[in-house]
């Protein structure tokens, strides 16, 4: 837009409108800081300025004598200018002295206007070197410097050049940079807080995702991945741990919600249902019952769904090579099992209400046997269901990938399967618990790592049943 023409709309605030829109409409379409600041940089360039820079501060210590600064956004009206206003974003900040322009717009929190000689301007704040000859060949006329400040705090600055064939930005226009100062700086200071609660949420919920057990015959590889939407963090989880008698619970389970509660409540049922399994002894049906009935006595806002299994073998049975697989559903995905020879059986059964939803209902326990080498997947239903794709064909992916990675250890089996089937990160967060039974007539394989167990459980030769 012609200057002239771009000062009649400042003036009668059509610009002002239209210019403070477009900031808002594209920095509400992110939350992520830098890629906002992307955005800034180009809806500025050649609106109010030939060029100009965006500046974030590292840390929000509004009094620290000297804050980390970083170029994080440019723009040039003219593309053969783009690699040299990048090299110029790249070398200025450690180039600066303290008495620069934007050192006093992040320090004062005040706009910085240089009305003309922008050249020597910057001459004298700019050490010898690659940012004061870029300078020269940049040769801007004027420069103005708005903070970005937003509750107290300077998040960065706007740095934005004229070329001598424009003139210096008039009052009207300073003030219009200022209001975008304060919008964009609003935005991004969203985008900050929504970044750190969601860090918050994700440090809590891989906290509670503790390394599972590894008994002697058994390897177990566990993954958790959050989704694409990072506010989606979630209920998700995994377990794997002893009973008391040496066998092995496996807990596959995800919460209804993805916030902070539903994180919290994943956390709530994770510790009660392990101190269920580990003081009753009980098996998976009993263990979804108890944990059932506590969470109507507490009155816990909690629905999930769940799946437990046990993991048991007698001495006849591991005479013989084989184990059997008990478990139990609480509306959960069903397991599934990858053979010694390649083949996959999905172990379709009956499943219970979820968690939360009718504690009276009666839970139905199954069982399967399986023989050494066999690999037991649980997994939550970000790993087969989204919104192009239903749970049955996920189903029918899953089982199709197992056969195709059959041969891969479990750690890169599991890693292919959430390479492969969500597309990358989907659009929910993903728990997996892979079991694979090594054969027992011989010492644990060095693949499964090393052997994890807590004090007082029996051996391998010493399982109920016996």
């Given at each position: 837009?012609?200057?002239?023409?771009?000062?009649?709309?400042?003036?009668?605030?059509?610009?002002?409108?239209?210019?403070?829109?477009?900031?808002?409409?594209?920095?509400?379409?992110?939350?992520?800081?830098?890629?906002?600041?992307?955005?800034?940089?180009?809806?500025?360039?050649?609106?109010l300025?030939?060029?100009?820079?965006?500046?974030?501060?590292?840390?929000?210590?509004?009094?620290?004598?000297?804050?980390?600064?970083?170029?994080?956004?440019?723009?040039?009206?003219?593309?053969?200018?783009?690699?040299?206003?990048?090299?110029?974003?790249?070398?200025?900040?450690?180039?600066?002295?303290?008495?620069?322009?934007?050192?006093?717009?992040?320090?004062?929190?005040?706009?910085?206007?240089?009305?003309?000689?922008?050249?020597?301007?910057?001459?004298?704040?700019?050490?010898?070197?690659?940012?004061?000859?870029i300078?020269?060949?940049?040769?801007?006329?004027?420069?103005?410097?708005?903070?970005?400040?937003?509750?107290?705090?300077?998040?960065?600055?706007?740095?934005l050049?004229?070329?001598?064939?424009?003139?210096?930005?008039?009052?009207?226009?300073?003030?219009?940079?200022?209001?975008?100062?304060?919008?964009?700086?609003?935005?991004?200071?969203?985008?900050?807080?929504?970044?750190q609660?969601?860090?918050?949420?994700?440090?809590?919920?891989?906290?509670?995702?503790?390394?599972?057990?590894?008994?002697?015959?058994?390897?177990?590889?566990?993954?958790?991945?959050?989704?694409?939407?990072?506010?989606?963090?979630?209920?998700?989880?995994?377990?794997?741990?002893?009973?008391?008698?040496?066998a092995?619970?496996?807990?596959?389970?995800?919460?209804?919600?993805?916030?902070?509660?539903?994180?919290?409540?994943?956390?709530?049922?994770?510790?009660?249902?392990?101190?269920?399994?580990?003081?009753?002894?009980?098996?998976?049906?009993?263990?979804?019952?108890?944990?059932?009935?506590?969470?109507?006595?507490?009155?816990?806002p909690?629905?999930?769904?769940?799946?437990?299994?046990?993991?048991?073998?007698?001495?006849?049975?591991?005479?013989?090579?084989?184990?059997?697989?008990?478990?139990?559903?609480?509306?959960?995905?069903?397991?599934?099992?990858?053979?010694?020879?390649?083949?996959?059986?999905?172990?379709?059964?009956?499943?219970?209400?979820?968690?939360?939803?009718?504690?009276?209902?009666?839970?139905?326990?199954?069982?399967?046997?399986?023989?050494?080498?066999?690999?037991?997947?649980?997994?939550?239903?970000?790993?087969?269901?989204?919104r192009?794709?239903?749970?049955?064909?996920?189903?029918?992916?899953?089982?199709?990938?197992?056969?195709?990675?059959a041969?891969?250890?479990?750690?890169?089996?599991?890693?292919?399967?959430?390479?492969?089937?969500?597309?990358?990160?989907?659009?929910?967060?993903?728990?997996?618990?892979?079991?694979?039974?090594?054969?027992?007539?011989?010492?644990?394989?060095?693949?499964?790592?090393?052997?994890r167990?807590?004090?007082?459980?029996?051996?391998?030769?010493?399982?109920?049943?016996?």
């Amino acid at each position: 837009m012609p200057a002239t023409r771009w000062r009649t709309l400042v003036h009668d605030g059509t610009a002002d409108r239209s210019l403070l829109s477009d900031v808002l409409a594209q920095l509400a379409q992110t939350l992520d800081a830098e890629v906002a600041v992307s955005r800034l940089a180009r809806l500025l360039v050649p609106t109010l300025a030939d060029w100009c820079l965006v500046t974030l501060v590292d840390d929000d210590e509004s009094r620290a004598p000297r804050r980390r600064l970083r170029d994080v956004g440019w723009w040039h009206h003219d593309p053969a200018r783009h690699a040299l206003v990048a090299e110029y974003a790249a070398t200025r900040i450690a180039s600066l002295a303290s008495t620069s322009m934007l050192m006093r717009a992040v320090d004062e929190g005040e706009v910085v206007h240089v009305h003309s000689d922008a050249v020597a301007a910057l001459d004298r704040v700019l050490l010898p070197g690659r940012a004061r000859d870029i300078v020269g060949q940049l040769a801007p006329s004027s420069l103005t410097v708005a903070p970005l400040q937003v509750r107290g705090r300077t998040l960065g600055a706007l740095s934005l050049f004229n070329d001598d064939g424009r003139p210096a930005l008039s009052a009207a226009e300073v003030a219009l940079v200022s209001e975008v100062a304060a919008s964009a700086a609003l935005a991004l200071d969203n985008a900050r807080l929504y970044r750190q609660q969601r860090d918050v949420a994700s440090t809590f919920q891989r906290s509670l995702l503790t390394e599972p057990v590894e008994p002697d015959h058994l390897q177990v590889v566990v993954r958790y991945q959050p989704a694409a939407e990072a506010a989606r963090v979630g209920g998700d989880w995994y377990d794997a741990f002893l009973q008391p008698d040496g066998a092995t619970v496996l807990v596959i389970g995800d919460v209804v919600g993805h916030d902070i509660e539903a994180a919290a409540l994943m956390a709530q049922l994770r510790s009660m249902l392990r101190a269920v399994a580990v003081v009753t002894r009980d098996g998976p049906a009993a263990v979804l019952r108890h944990l059932d009935a506590a969470i109507r006595t507490l009155q816990l806002p909690a629905m999930a769904t769940v799946l437990v299994a046990r993991v048991e073998q007698t001495s006849a049975e591991q005479g013989v090579g084989l184990t059997r697989l008990r478990w139990s559903s609480a509306g959960h995905p069903p397991p599934m099992v990858l053979e010694p020879d390649g083949s996959v059986r999905r172990l379709d059964a009956l499943t219970g209400p979820l968690l939360g939803l009718d504690p009276d209902r009666e839970r139905r326990e199954h069982e399967t046997v399986l023989t050494w080498g066999s690999t037991v997947l649980l997994y939550t239903d970000g790993l087969v269901e989204r919104r192009t794709r239903s749970l049955r064909l996920g189903l029918d992916e899953l089982r199709d990938a197992l056969v195709r990675h059959a041969a891969l250890d479990l750690d890169g089996l599991c890693d292919a399967l959430l390479a492969e089937l969500p597309g990358g990160p989907g659009e929910d967060d993903i728990a997996l618990v892979a079991v694979r039974l090594h054969p027992q007539d011989r010492p644990r394989p060095v693949e499964a790592g090393p052997r994890r167990v807590p004090p007082g459980v029996p051996g391998p030769r010493e399982l109920p049943g016996g």
